[in-house]
T-cell receptor, first 116, second 114 residues
């Protein structure tokens, strides 16, 4: 079946502009996650959505970052007033609802954001 | 952000050799996952571990969940050129409830010489 999809695949923006990154999770997956990967680094957790519960926003680096998940499916990560340090690959993942103590996250291809 | 200690940082081996990499943490995890990432792609799940002491295989890959729940290793036997990539371990910080985030290791770059 279809995996996690993200758009755009690449985004170049000028410092100070706002950007929106989109994630379409695997159909039927109730949990959605955003991570950030800086050049040569591991992945850094940003935010987690689970069904209708309040999202875990503990990883968002500043109030310039926000995310929404509409209708329990598609999610948009918004970065306002972008800075050069925001340049990174933004990865989205989804997983099915936690059952039997198991939850595996599946990742999309990422959006490479470059702030000039 | 928080990251797990993963070693080695990089490995350059000959085709056919076995590979071993590991992750350690000061925190206890309930789940350990191993991912592989190719250039320009998202991480792909290789193996998931859910119980302390669990040993799980996936083809030429074998991974173990440490007894202390603070470490895990991944072995690749008889490496082939397509094993090239960056391997990440990840620990699940909490499960169920309000959070379910993965803490990732720093990655191991594997290069395989044909």
């Amino acid at each position: 079946g279809a995996g996690v999809s993200q758009s755009p695949s690449n985004k170049v923006t000028e410092k100070g502009k706002d950007v929106e990154l989109r994630c379409d999770p695997i159909s039927g997956h109730t949990a959605l996650y955003w991570y950030r990967q800086s050049l040569g680094q591991g992945l850094e957790f940003l935010i987690y959505f689970q069904g209708n519960s309040a999202p875990d926003k503990s990883g968002l680096p500043s109030d310039r970052f926000s995310a929404e998940r509409t209708g329990g499916s598609v999610s948009t990560l918004t970065i306002q007033r972008t800075q050069q340090e925001d340049s990174a690959v933004y990865l989205c993942a989804s997983s099915s609802r936690w059952t039997s103590g198991r939850s595996e996250q599946y990742f999309g291809p990422g959006t490479r954001l470059t702030v000039t | 952000g928080q990251q797990l200690n993963q070693s080695p940082q990089s490995m350059f081996i000959q085709e056919g050799e076995d590979v071993s990499m590991n992750c350690t943490s000061s925190s206890i995890f309930n789940t350990w996952l191993w991912y592989k990432q190719d250039p320009g792609e998202g991480p792909v799940l290789l193996i998931a571990l859910y119980k302390a002491g669990e040993l799980t295989s996936n083809g030429r890959l074998t991974a173990q969940f440490g007894i202390t729940r603070k470490d895990s290793f991944l072995n690749i036997s008889a490496s082939i050129p397509s094993d090239v990539g960056i391997y990440f371990c990840a620990g699940l910080l909490n499960y169920g409830g309000a959070t379910n985030k993965l803490i990732f290791g720093t990655g191991t770059l594997l290069a395989v010489q044909p």
